[in-house]
């Protein structure tokens, strides 16, 4: 049965800096209008990689032909050195991860079963073993293992986000795909979830979020893509990326960029 | 709360509850099957049941009833219960997947055309005076029309290699329309004779039930209930929505596709076997999930069961409660289940309000 077929082999855990998901000379088109324009653009292990730039720009469909979700209309997607489309659903739920903006559920499962839902790739597979301790594991990490035996639909909208990633987390793919993970959450909860990305980057895992916060953006990313009109206006460590000039232009709004008094890391504020 | 407790309260005490679920329909199942078999013009005791059946089977388990009882428990009761038992988990299974696939639990065999398509079919077959198949034509012209129906809604709603939901329901409404009017259309120029014919069949009842028609909605059953098991645990995964559920390694367009097929199935060869008998696709899923969570592992087998039960125990009552005259089954269930319904859309309205 092709459903949930056969386990496939393990993907092995990609090597520190290896470019693990990649979009080359990639284009899309929404009816008339040209979303993306000839990107390059690669996400290594190890990495975190930050998608900002103004609504519109293009970050969330970027995020999308990365996920598989849509189908680039030039170009290639890469993952894990294949073409996206040369592996089946299953090998790529076993290297990447998704959180979608908003997580919807038909039926009132429970808190911990949509977490477990994320092991479901590694069904039948040697890893199976561990499901129980990972979904333990991530619940705590995420701070919702107060809310397991909750229904998914009675949650609020920041306790879904928490249980969505948490989901995402325990799926343990050696890419995670974060599309505004922090939208929904206070200051200490986007803190949170931030600070889990990155322990995952430093696990060695490749990890793409799209943020709107640019202070976020810059505290937490090793780099960070710029869009602009369906393209990558600039791409680099943060403290090189965002200046005065480029944000300003971007963002057709007048930006300055301030370094943090105590650690130096730029700060981005509206010019008042 | 810790998470290791949460194990006790989700899946796990879902699964519990589900095996209880289980256990007390097959058991309540047995009963009102064995009630319905026995209960009738010529009346045969449970032990009676047991020794004709064990008779044919070459066992010795008491006395038999009397050679008319036998007759008429053999030619009449137990096709009819038979039927009942498969057309009634046909559709409990047909509800459950569709509600799983269309992401509402609203969805039902008669909501995308099925029914109505079948219906057409046999109004056709009447009208036109097909009887190239004899005794089958009227079945097998609604089969054809409930799976021409299906895959026509399914064809319309495709787009992009993708299935919208809500184009699917709404032209699921649009082919309800379309039928209803041409089966009006049909009674109109219809004559007196086709009149009744083409009314008897719309109201649904399993008062034709012959071995040919038990032989005729068994495989599709069977089928159902065989692959439904195996569709659990992806349809837990689509309730994410097609998107994520891809995200964990399901193949959606191959399972809906695979669904879409076995609902098309199961329905057509009930509703062409039985003619229309609604709300017990809508119903049973939803007391199922009330009893024991949504896992569709459990939900499945638990429909079928729930479905048979419904349909046999309904049938049982219409055809004693007026004796010797019978209420359409059809008629039945649309009775208790519409009041049903419209307490179930009440009562989630004001839990979790309603499906947006």
């Known amino acids: ?272 | 709360m810790s998470a290791e407790l949460a194990e006790v309260a989700g899946q796990a005490a879902g699964r519990v509850r589900g095996t209880i679920v289980i256990a007390g329909l097959a058991v309540a199942l047995v009963a009102v099957a064995l009630a319905a078999a026995g209960l009738g013009a010529y009346p045969a005791g449970p032990a009676e049941i047991a020794a004709s059946l064990g008779h044919r089977l070459g066992l010795d388990l008491g006395a038999l009833p009397d050679p008319l009882t036998e007759t008429v428990l053999w030619d009449v009761r137990l096709p009819r219960v038979l039927l009942g038992l498969l057309v009634g988990s046909s559709l409990g299974v047909a509800g459950a997947l569709m509600q799983g696939i269309f992401h509402t639990p609203l969805a039902e065999p008669g909501v995308i055309g099925i029914s109505s398509g079948a219906a057409l079919g046999a109004a056709l077959s009447i009208f036109v005076g097909f009887t190239a198949l004899g005794a089958w034509s009227v079945s097998v012209a609604a089969f054809a029309g409930g799976l021409v129906a299906v895959l026509a809604v399914y064809g319309v709603s495709r787009a992009g290699g993708r299935t919208q939901v809500i184009t699917l329901l709404l032209s699921g409404i649009a082919l309800n329309a379309f039928t209803g009017a041409v089966i009006g259309l049909l009674t109109y120029f219809s004559d007196n004779e086709q009149l009744r014919s083409i009314t008897f069949w719309q109201l649904g009842s399993l008062g034709s039930a012959t071995w040919s028609a038990v032989a005729a909605v068994a495989p599709f059953a069977i089928a159902g209930l065989l692959l439904a098991p195996r569709l659990g645990r992806p349809l837990d995964l689509l309730s994410l929505g097609e998107r994520s559920a891809r995200h964990l390694g399901v193949d959606v367009q191959w399972l809906r596709l695979l669904c879409v097929v076995l609902v098309a199935l199961l329905s057509s060869a009930a509703v062409a076997v039985a003619g229309i008998i609604t709300f017990v696709g809508l119903i049973i899923p939803h007391l199922i999930r009330m009893a024991c969570g949504p896992y569709h592992g459990t939900l499945l087998p638990a429909s079928a069961l729930g479905g048979a039960l419904m349909l046999t125990g309904g049938d049982l009552i219409a055809r004693t409660v007026a004796a010797p005259a019978e209420v359409p089954l059809g008629v039945l269930t649309a009775l208790v289940g519409s009041p049903f319904f419209f307490w179930l859309l009440l009562r989630t309205r004001a839990r979790q309000g309603g499906w947006a």
């Open chain 1, 1 to 272: 049965m092709r459903l949930l077929p056969a386990a496939p082999a393990l993907p092995p855990r990609p090597a520190p800096g290896t470019a693990y998901a990649e979009a080359r000379e990639v284009g899309f088109r929404y009816g008339e209008a040209t979303v993306l324009r000839r990107i390059d653009l690669a996400v290594r292990a190890g990495e975190l990689l930050a998608l900002v730039g103004p609504n519109g720009s293009g970050k969330s469909t970027l995020l999308s032909l990365l996920a598989g979700d849509r189908q680039a209309g030039g170009g290639k997607v890469r993952l894990d050195g294949r073409p996206l489309s040369a592996w089946s659903a299953r090998e790529q739920a076993l290297r990447r991860a998704v959180l979608p903006q908003q997580l919807t559920l038909t039926f009132p499962f429970t808190v911990a079963d949509v977490v477990r839902m994320g092991r479901a790739p590694w069904a039948g597979t040697p890893a199976e073993d561990l499901d129980e301790q990972i979904v333990t594991e991530e619940l705590a990490r995420t701070a919702t293992a107060s809310l397991t035996a909750r229904p998914f639909p009675a949650l609020s909208g920041g306790e879904r986000a928490r249980v969505g990633l948490a989901r995402v987390l325990a799926q343990r793919t050696s890419l995670l795909l974060l599309d505004e993970p922090t939208a929904a959450l206070d200051i200490h909860h986007a803190e949170t979830v931030l600070s889990l990305a990155r322990e995952r980057a430093a696990g060695g895992d490749a990890v793409v979020i799209v943020l709107h916060d640019l202070g976020q953006a810059a505290a937490y990313a090793d780099r960070v893509a710029v869009l602009s009109q369906g393209e990558i206006a600039a791409c680099g460590p943060p403290a090189e990326v965002f200046t005065d000039e480029l944000l300003s232009e971007v963002y057709q709004h007048d930006v300055e960029v301030l370094p943090h008094p105590r650690t130096g890391v730029p700060m981005v504020v509206a010019r008042r």
